[in-house]
């Protein structure tokens, strides 16, 4: 009787350790993730209304290795735009794969200044870079106009910048 008592301690003593182990390893975990990537979201210059580019294709300007981020891209209405840390400005060509416009001549440029600032987030997330837009330019064949309401760029995947498109009603 007295080893059954005791082998009934030990296990009831193992899953308290074991429930003890795992709540102490289960925090809230790191679900706002560790990027901060600017998102861009596509407007109609004339309604104002959200739209979505067909048949673009985008790609980085100086970027080092591989910049193509978008190849021929169908029905987008939000685009992600790396930031680089190492330099505080970034280049970014929209090419307008549509056979009557998919000539250079057309393409337009976004230009973002910003400053790149470590932040640590939590033990389960760690450190990442968040940003701050300072200025932003872009060209105006096809794009109107560009606005950048939320300047502050962190990880929690809020659009930061509004691209207006010249489009017919």
Not at 8 to 18: E, M, P, Y
């Amino acid at each position: 009787m007295q080893s059954l008592r005791l082998k009934i301690l030990h296990l009831a003593l193992g899953i308290v350790a074991a429930a003890a182990m795992l709540h102490s390893c289960a925090g809230d975990g790191c679900t706002s993730g560790t990027s901060s990537v600017p998102i861009v979201g596509f407007y109609s210059s004339s309604t104002q209304k959200a739209i979505a580019v067909d048949s673009l294709t985008v790609y980085g300007i100086g970027a080092p290795g591989d910049s193509l981020l978008v190849n021929c891209g169908r029905n987008l209405s939000k685009l992600e735009l790396p930031l680089r840390t190492s330099v505080g400005n970034v280049q970014f060509v929209l090419h307008y794969d549509q056979k009557a416009i998919s000539d250079e001549r057309y393409n337009d440029t976004i230009t973002l200044a910003y400053d790149a600032m470590p932040w640590f987030e939590s033990d389960e997330c760690g450190v990442f870079y968040v940003f701050d837009i300072k200025s932003h330019h872009c060209t105006n064949h096809l794009i109107d106009s560009i606005a950048v309401p939320n300047p502050h760029v962190n990880n929690l995947g809020i659009e930061t910048v509004k691209l207006y498109f010249r489009t017919q009603e």
